[in-house]
């Protein structure tokens, strides 16, 4: 199974921070990648699709970037409803798997 | 309007079996993937597998093959996570999603969540 490894696993930040997080596959995935953020008690909720595809709906402080092994999450100016965990998801080949997680804290 | 709603939560002992549901309405449910992800309390999300209403084409991840059981009913437009013998490992909460149309990472619309709690 194609391993994905989420860096950090949370952070600190503050409201209008610019916040990066990363994803590393274990084998290329071409830009079978999306990102989702969860916030407690929530269903996850799709942000980004094709690794750089902004899904509708979500606002343009959103942004990813990325193919083959590498990929990131950024968000420009951090709002206050941002706090939450963030995964991204291989959807190159089966199994598909989700990064550990990353908590973005105040 | 895209709806994926879920069966509510369960109370079970070990050793019973359960199947819960995942209705989609608003689009061609046949068409488009439904998954099964597990999270068990204060862990990540775990991806289960996908079936493919048209054809109730599955696959399971290894880690959950011999696990559970997921299948499809395109005629009343529900998906299903089932087990046959219930363990206390399996609490958790289950979420059910709809791949969309670009296949790319894209599961688009989800289920609020249906808790399994598994207790003797």
């Known amino acids: 199974a194609i391993q994905m490894t989420q860096s950090p696993s949370s952070l600190t930040a503050s409201v209008g921070d610019r916040v990066t997080i990363s994803c590393r596959a274990s084998?290329?995935?071409?830009?079978?990648l999306g990102w989702y953020q969860q916030k407690p008690g929530k269903a996850p909720k799709l942000l980004i699709y094709?690794?750089?595809t902004l899904q509708s709906g979500v606002p343009s402080r959103f942004s990813g970037s990325g193919s083959g092994t590498d990929f990131s999450l950024t968000i420009s100016s951090l709002q206050p409803e941002d706090f939450a965990t963030y995964y991204c998801?291989?959807?190159?080949?089966?199994?598909?798997?989700f990064g550990q997680g990353t908590k973005v804290e105040i | 309007e895209v709806q994926v709603v879920q069966s509510g939560a369960e109370v079970k002992k070990p050793g019973e079996s359960l199947k819960i549901s995942c209705k989609g309405s608003?689009?061609?449910?046949?068409?488009?993937?439904i998954a099964w992800v597990r999270q068990m309390p204060g862990k990540g999300l775990e991806w289960m597998g996908v079936?493919?209403?048209?054809?109730?084409?599955?696959t399971y991840s290894p880690s959950f093959r011999g696990q559970v059981t997921i299948s499809a009913d395109k005629s009343i437009n529900t998906a299903y996570l089932q087990w046959s013998s219930l363990k206390a490992s399996d609490s958790g909460m289950y979420y059910c999603?709809?791949?969309?149309?670009?296949?790319?990472?894209?599961?688009?619309?989800w289920g609020q969540g249906t808790l399994v709690t598994v207790s003797s």
């Open positions: 998801l291989q959807d190159y080949d089966y199994p598909l798997t």
């Open positions: 084998q290329g995935i071409r830009k079978d």
């Open positions: 094709a690794a750089s």
């Open positions: 079936v493919f209403p048209g054809d109730s084409d599955t």
């Open positions: 999603a709809r791949r969309g149309g670009a296949a790319s990472g894209d599961f688009d619309y």
């Open positions: 608003g689009y061609n449910f046949a068409n488009y993937f």
